[in-house]
T-cell receptor, first 113, second 115 residues
């Protein structure tokens, strides 16, 4: 089975802190994604990466950056956390041979106070 | 651009009732369509998918048929169980152009099933 692991399930951070959310997948997938999930808004794409060191902005990239130094790891960075970034963050991955299926991690609940 | 619209929730049903969650989409080309399910406190799991018109995806008693003429992918189950209580997301993936590999999601529908 494909496994997408997010390092932290629950985090509480202060406004202005730099926050790192880590995601690792074990299936040698080329594509990795970060979404945020908010009630009534569904999932919105923040950034995605289609290869090592490659990244593209999604629909809501403002206030976020990403890093993909190794194929298996995709990090989401909040340079200066704000309260409106309190949300559930979901990492996902997809490989060329996976029949278009995207696999999700269990999510990271971030609260910014 | 691509968009997915799901029926408004929440949906509350009694056990063994029939379930329909409507999903319609807007996309160029020939997208793949998905239903994902999110149980309380967990991430999203793929429930079923269809990759071309008239395909029917099915899993765990759930079904959805890719209807290109009505741009729809409605989720159905003949007899729901309490364990089906979850949030259901309809999603679309366009395999070409600048949106390659990205899923576009609907807003999610909360389903609660009572004994």
């Amino acid at each position: 089975d494909v496994k997408v692991t997010q390092s932290s399930r629950y985090l509480v951070k202060r406004t202005g802190e730099k926050v790192f959310l880590e995601c690792v997948q074990d299936m040698d997938h080329e594509n990795m994604f970060w979404y945020r999930q908010d009630p009534g808004l569904g999932l919105r794409l923040i950034y995605f990466s289609y290869d090592v060191k490659m990244k593209e902005k999604g629909d809501i990239p403002e206030g976020y950056s990403v890093s993909r130094e190794k194929k298996e790891r995709f990090s989401l960075i909040l340079e200066s956390a704000s309260t409106n970034q309190t949300s559930m963050y979901l990492c996902a991955s997809r490989g060329h041979g996976s029949g278009n299926t995207i696999y999700f991690g269990e999510g990271s609940w971030l609260t910014v106070v | 651009g691509n968009s997915v619209t799901q029926m408004e929730g929440p949906v509350t049903l009694s056990e063994e009732a029939f379930l329909t969650i409507n999903c319609t989409y807007t996309a160029t080309g020939y997208p793949s369509l998905f239903w994902y399910v999110q149980y309380p406190g967990e991430g999203l799991q793929l429930l079923l998918k269809a990759t071309k018109a008239d395909d029917k995806g099915s899993n765990k008693g759930f079904e959805a048929t890719y209807r290109k003429e009505t741009t729809s992918f409605h989720l159905e189950k003949g007899s729901v169980q309490v364990s089906d209580s979850a949030v259901y997301f309809c999603a679309l993936l366009n395999a070409g152009g600048t949106s390659y590999g990205k899923l576009t999601f609907g807003q999610g529908t909360i389903l609660t099933v009572h004994p």
